[in-house]
């Protein structure tokens, strides 16, 4: 069976500080992989895809970018933290059809 | 991808069936609706979608109605654990595509 892995659970960083959050699928191979960004009481939002390695989909500007070194690793990194960066930040893997699976999220606060 | 329109909260009795309506007035023929819960504090999860007939699941039943207007999403008998925020999505189903999520509807089932 798939499972999906985000490391960390819970990070607190201060402003202008780096960031590197990871996700890792098991049990599939090529799946599309997904980030996402929910502030608090809000809904998702898409930021960044990825169909294949090495390749990125961008869907809002940011100061975030996202990497896909590997098949089932998907990266999603900062150079300079901001406030407005806080939030819960969810991977999700998909096959070429159907539902996305979403991972436990990393819950992320920016001081 | 279509828009979704779901009320902001309902609540709903222990045992007693809920029903929460979406609507997506402006869906395409070749777009599916999803249905995706968000249990507070973790990563949503898929539960059903379709295209035009009705679904059912272990965990659900999607009505659409003939003009695919709309859609209502039952649970046959609400538990507890079913209280969450759930997540009406449409969009062009079988390419592993990106969600857009609105606010859903928040769910209360109370004993």
């Known amino acids: 069976s798939q499972t999906i892995h985000q490391w960390p659970a819970t990070l607190v960083q201060p402003v202008g500080s780096p960031l590197s959050l990871e996700c890792t699928v098991e049990?599939?191979?090529?799946?599309?992989l997904y980030w996402y960004r929910q502030a608090a009481g809000r809904g998702l939002q898409l930021l960044f895809y990825?169909?294949?390695?090495?390749?990125i989909s961008s869907e809002v500007p940011q100061n975030l970018s996202a990497s896909r070194p590997q098949d089932r690793q998907f990266i999603l990194s900062s150079k300079k933290l901001l406030l407005s960066d806080s939030g819960f930040y969810l991977c999700a893997w998909s096959r070429l059809a159907d539902e996305q699976f979403f991972g436990p999220g990393t819950r992320l606060t920016v001081l | 991808d279509a828009k979704t329109t779901q009320p902001t909260s309902m609540d709903c009795a222990e045992g007693r069936a809920a029903n929460l309506p979406c609507n997506h007035s402006?869906?395409?023929?070749?777009?599916?609706v999803y249905w995706y819960r968000q249990i507070h504090s973790q990563g949503p999860q898929y539960i059903i979608h379709g295209l035009k007939n009705n679904e059912t699941n272990e965990m659900a039943s999607l009505i659409i109605t003939e003009d695919r207007k709309s859609s209502t999403l039952i649970l046959p008998h609400a538990t507890l654990r079913d209280t969450a925020v759930y997540y009406c999505i449409v969009r062009v189903g079988n390419q592993g595509g990106k969600l857009i999520f609105g606010q859903g509807t928040e769910l209360s089932v109370k004993p």
């Open positions: 402006t869906i395409s023929g070749n777009e599916y």
């Open positions: 990825s169909v294949g390695i090495g390749q």
């Open positions: 049990g599939t191979s090529n799946p599309n």
